[in-house]
């Protein structure tokens, strides 16, 4: 199938097939709301995504997601999490993986017929979900981290100056951001992860997470697989080659 064909494809899966509506559901054991959008399939595969969308954008529900709606296309029940900093709260990374959590709960509740739930992640999202598999390894069967910033403690700042200029609000709030607890790499050091669950896809010409420093020493601490996409920027999820393999991991 050709990329025009697919396009279309998925513009019909968007209009006709998938079901997209809000969640507002109460979390268990905190009293948060979690809030998202669930993408339901026309033909389930009995499996269930919890996906953490990049930056610290607001999503709104007529945005559209392409890899979100590819893996809907294959038969995953997905939930786009909407972060608690989108309404107005300072960006807590410890909240954010709580809610990760609490989502899977929320979303095994709306969908019972679910055997497993999976983490994609990207960007900011990626960190999130590589966080929320550390603290609760139970409640995910795998995750697919996409361009994730991993090593927060060597991390080079520089570039979002470059990308940002003289917005260094901007760099200070995620440095508090990302700063505030351990950072995947950390967690792998102290043994807080299995590779086999883990799926890590990253751009070779990446400026803001260098596959040499946020993929590469990940994956050979953990032991896990990983792809790297040479002539890819900061833009892996939206590749259909990464969408199709990211679907092939979590169907093993």
Known sequence: MDQKVRNEEMKKLMLLIVLIFCLSMWCLGCGQPISGFIYKP???NQKGII?????????QNDMEFPDVLNYCNYGF???????????????????????VKEAAT??????PHLTDV???GVSR?????LEALAYFPNDFKKVVAIMAPTDIENYDWNVWRE?????????????????QTPSPMKLAEAGKYDGSKMLLLYGGKDPICPPRQHCIPLAQRTGCKYIIYPDALHNVHRLTEAQLEAVRFMKE
Do not use: S, W
């Open 125 to 129: 999202g990626g960190y999130v979900a």
């Open 163 to 179: 990308m940002h200029g003289d917005k260094d609000f901007l760099i200070k709030a995620a440095q508090k951001y990302f700063t």
């Open 51 to 59: 996906y953490c969308h990049g930056g610290f954008t607001n999503i």
């Open 118 to 120: 999976f983490l994609v």
């Open 42 to 44: 026309e033909k389930p």
């Open 106 to 111: 929320a979303l095994r509740k709306k969908v």
């Open 77 to 99: 029940t997905v939930l786009v999490l909407k972060f608690q900093d989108e309404n107005g709260h300072p960006p807590d990374p410890i909240r954010d993986r709580i809610d």
